[in-house]
T-cell receptor, first 112, second 117 residues
Framework: SQQGEEDPQALSIQEGENATMNCSYK?????LQWYRQNSGRGLVHLIL?????REKHSGRLRVTLDTSKKSSSLLITASRAADTASYFC????????????FGSGTKLNVKP | DAMVIQNPRYQVTQFGKPVTLSCSQT?????MYWYQQKSSQAPKLLFH???????NEADTPDNFQSRRPNTSFCFLDIRSPGLGDAAMYLC????????????????FGDGTRLSIL
């Protein structure tokens, strides 16, 4: 399978704390994207980082990418109860256009 | 608002009875995807269309087929649903990937949850 792995599988934190999720993947990529999924809903795109970038920020989100280790991390700072959701990384394999492979996801619970 | 709409949100069918799920988009994206997502698992790509060009994943069962009559609509047909096909089915769209740059972000519908009796 070309799908990646994410850890932790589940994360429970208090509101205001930071949440870090990690993603590892298997093949060389063009870019890596992070998505969020609320229970029973579709996925929502959060951020895209290209293979030649090492770090990217968007609001309270910070994403890093280490292509030598085939890994990425998503940091959510100052978490809110509304951040409670599952978070997935999706890789875009090199030379395999218009295909995405999702990681196993991290289920984040932010307690008020 | 431009969006991806899946109908119905919930679908119940009988074991072995063909079922069709539908997806429409107002984003005018030329790529459309179908994913299967089982409980607490990652979405699994079944196939995608680049315009009318159909691209099947190697491990997608023959029981699953798709049609894309025009840019806006895409259908997922399950010819003989088995109990193992109970899942959430997600449709997504994106602009065409850029050579050397990679895929564009996907826009997802809210899915159809399929139950098999």
């Amino acid at each position: 399978s070309q799908q990646g792995e994410e850890d932790p599988q589940a994360l429970s934190i208090q509101e205001g704390e930071n949440a870090t999720m990690n993603c590892s993947y298997k093949t060389s990529i063009n870019n890596l994207q992070w998505y969020r999924q609320n229970s029973g809903r579709g996925l929502v795109h959060l951020i895209l980082i290209r293979s030649n970038e090492r770090e990217k920020h968007s609001g309270r989100l910070r994403v890093t990418l280490d292509t030598s280790k085939k890994s990425s991390s998503l940091l959510i700072t100052a978490s809110r109860a509304a951040d409670t959701a599952s978070y997935f990384c999706a890789t875009d394999p090199l030379y395999n256009f218009n295909k995405f492979y999702f990681g196993s996801g991290t289920k984040l619970n932010v307690k008020p | 608002d431009a969006m991806v709409i899946q109908n119905p949100r919930y679908q119940v069918t009988q074991f072995g009875k063909p079922v069709t799920l539908s997806c429409s988009q107002t984003l005018n994206h030329n790529v459309m995807y179908w994913y299967q997502q089982k409980s607490s698992q990652a979405p699994k790509l079944l196939f995608h269309y680049y315009d009318k060009d159909f691209n099947n994943e190697a491990d997608t069962p023959d029981n699953f087929q798709s049609r894309r009559p025009n840019t806006s609509f895409c259908f997922l047909d399950i010819r003989s649903p088995g109990l193992g096909d109970a899942a959430m089915y997600l449709c997504a769209t994106s602009r065409d990937s850029n050579t050397g740059v990679g895929n564009q972000p996907q826009h997802f519908g809210d899915g159809t949850r399929l139950s098999i009796l």
